[in-house]
């Protein structure tokens, strides 16, 4: 959807390491010039106004607050009317990775917050964090699918209120072990929230 450049060229020469790829030569005389530089204007407007729409909506027993305990929420995904075709084959994948849109969130408070908003965990850029408190308030969780009823998708551990938007799903694809590292308040962090404590 959003073309920010001359996309072949640049991939295969980022592809061969040699860094950033220069933009395509303009098209030769006036003419050219012109579209070149229409072009140019087109993909700067891309580049600052980025939009997208709703394909679905959460609906589950949550309707906000503080809640833990994501991991045992059932939610349905009801995907617009129309992408049912567009859904079929995502029952053969075990997990899929759901992208929403945080739309109770408000802006970030300051750079450097405590995660959850607890003072016993180190003060880290709030980018450094999964808070849904950000400038674009995109939430992003790897789910477990159940069942796919038409349109309707149901998941496992989805921590998305009721009533969110969905922008995107797609299916989980697991990649060979990338030797993942976090500090450690996310171990503590984690298992808080897989018990459902605190
Ligand atoms: C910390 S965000 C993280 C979402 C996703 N796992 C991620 O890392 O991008 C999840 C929390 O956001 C809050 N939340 C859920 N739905 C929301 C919504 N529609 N608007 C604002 N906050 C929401 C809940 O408190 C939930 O525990």
Redesign the pocket.
């Known amino acids: 959807m959003f073309i920010l450049g001359p996309p072949r060229e640049g991939l295969s020469r980022r592809k061969r390491g040699q860094g950033t790829s220069p933009p395509a030569p303009p098209p030769r005389g006036e003419e050219g010039k012109l579209r070149w530089g229409a072009r140019r204007l087109r993909v700067e407007e891309r580049r600052n106004q980025l939009e997208v729409k709703p394909i679905g909506i959460v609906h589950n027993a949550v309707a906000g607050g503080?809640?833990t305990g994501?991991d045992e929420v059932v939610s349905e995904i009801r995907l617009a009317p129309e992408l049912e075709e567009a859904a079929e084959g995502l029952e053969e994948f075990s997990h899929l990775i759901v992208i929403f849109w945080?739309?109770?969130?408000h802006a970030p408070d300051a750079a450097k917050i405590h995660p959850k908003d607890q003072p016993d965990l180190p003060l880290v850029g709030y980018l450094a964090t999964?808070?849904?408190n950000r400038p674009n308030?995109?939430?992003?969780?790897v789910v477990r699918l159940l069942e796919r009823r038409g349109n309707v998708l149901v998941v496992q551990g989805l921590?998305?209120?009721d009533g969110?938007p969905v922008l995107d799903v797609k299916p989980y694809m697991p990649a060979p072990d990338e030797g993942i590292r976090v500090p450690a308040w996310v171990g503590r962090l984690t298992g808080q929230e897989r018990s459902g404590k605190r």
């Open positions: 503080r809640y994501w945080l739309d109770r969130a999964r808070s849904p308030p995109l939430g992003l969780t921590d998305a209120y969110t």
